[in-house]
């Protein structure tokens, strides 16, 4: 009789994994900024779900709480990056890796100014508007409460807006970054 449940839980987490993977990796792509890492912090998160499968598909949003691996799993790799940054720096000195006057999609842009925001700013605003999921399920996703969803949203769309000047308006970033997270799904 075991085995009958065992071979359950196995059928209903490989149908998750079909449903989520893909959106999955493209949370971890939007958050890390590396696409290398995408695939492997999206599977080594449907390996923690497994492990704990049985807790994972008896809670109410199974989604959200994998949302919530992905980005706890994003945010030790750029930690992670951040010190080895450091540790780099020591020894040798920085350069400026900006092109003058680069001629790049806005895309690439958005991108790129996502990846100057905070963790939690730039996981609320990828969240809500390239996942377009509402306050509540992203609040499940990272922990916290709607309040600093809202907050850590609209700080982090200002954000976006100042680093990327006048030419963005709010519903130009908004289409970009879902833009971005649709062509990154077109990519895989």
């Avoid at 390996?47 to 992905?70: E, S």
């Avoid at 916290?144 to 700080?155: D, F, L």
């Amino acid at each position: 009789m075991g085995t009958v449940v065992d071979d359950a839980a196995s059928e209903e987490f490989h149908a998750f994994f079909e449903r989520h993977y893909a959106e999955l990796s493209r949370l971890a792509l939007l958050l890390t900024g590396e696409p290398d890492a995408a695939d492997d912090l999206a599977a080594d998160a449907l390996l923690a779900l497994w492990d704990r499968w049985d807790r994972v598909r008896a809670a109410d949003h199974p989604a959200a709480y994998a949302r919530g691996v992905v980005a706890n799993l994003a945010r030790s790799r750029i930690r992670s990056a951040v010190r080895e940054r450091r540790r780099v720096a020591l020894f040798w000195s920085p350069r400026d890796e900006r092109a003058e006057d680069p001629d790049v999609p806005g895309v690439v842009d958005v991108q790129a100014a996502l990846r100057r925001l905070p963790f939690r700013k730039r996981a609320c605003v990828v969240l809500r508007h390239a996942f377009d999921l509402s306050e509540k399920d992203t609040a499940l996703a990272l922990g916290v409460s709607v309040g600093t969803v809202k907050s850590q949203t609209s700080k982090g769309m200002a954000e976006l807006q100042r680093l990327l000047g006048d030419r963005e308006s709010a519903r130009t970033v908004h289409a970009v970054v879902a833009g971005g997270a649709r062509a990154a799904e077109g990519n895989r």
